[in-house]
């Protein structure tokens, strides 16, 4: 006979310790609270909770695991409560549902630090970028430049990869197939903006392309959605001639509206061909 204890054992209350922890790492003094005595350090749970607008009891159960399933507006409120960066809030939602938080889309204003533009330039015979939701170039190194595009000859409002693509003459004249790669764009484009979130952003641009391009209205209607993460992009650079680039897409961390794009040369001699161009270029 097995003597051994089935009894189940509770699941530890994963939400509730993060709560708890992150309630205790306030300050009650730099929120304009009365500090007074208190027994522990940081926030009492009905700070919390009023600083939520939910109920102190209903808060009390949830960080003791006994509140039932939060709405994820409660959750968001109390996440604004307790002050989390994004990090934390994508953390609070995966511990009480599962998966990350609704994307919530935010113009991209300010926010290539130093230290992403250091990332871009360390690739220096790879053109690299970064783009937002919408497509639109926020960085660039110099490989990107002199095999791309020279992005800085741009108004920022007009370095959207999408508007290039569909009324630049010279866009069209580099791609080895520019219907292929503007199907691609389109597939692609839709499926990041979805995902971020970009939903009035999204038609705005729509509108403006549509009435500029029937090429883009056509394709736009196909509904076509495509991943963008990885390929194969061949170009006729005007100095260079034909070139062959694969490239590979990566999420900036902590910004699921913001993806860094590498291309790197697909053959060592499209390499060298580009390192000899870069050297000269630089010289």
Sequence with gaps: MNNRNTTPQ????????FLRDRRMRLDPASLGLPVGRRRTPGLRREEVAQRANISPTWYTWLEQGRGGAPSADVLERIAAGLMLTEPER????????GHPPEARYRAPE????????????????SPAMIRSATWDVLAWNRAATALLMDYSQLPPDRRNILRIMFSDSRMKAAQEDWLRVARFVVGAFRADAVRAGAGAEIERLVAELSDMSPEFAMMWRDNEVLGGGEGTKRIHHPELGP???EFSSFWVEGRSDLTMMVYTPATSEVARRIDAFLERDSG
């Excluded at 300010?110 to 015979?125: E, S």
């Design 10 to 17: 509770p699941r530890e209350n994963s939400l509730g310790i």
């Design 90 to 97: 994508q953390h609070l939602h995966i511990l009480a549902f």
């Design 110 to 125: 300010n926010i290539i630090t130093p230290r992403l533009q250091r990332v871009l330039d360390a690739v220096p015979a």
């Design 243 to 245: 070139l062959e680039l």
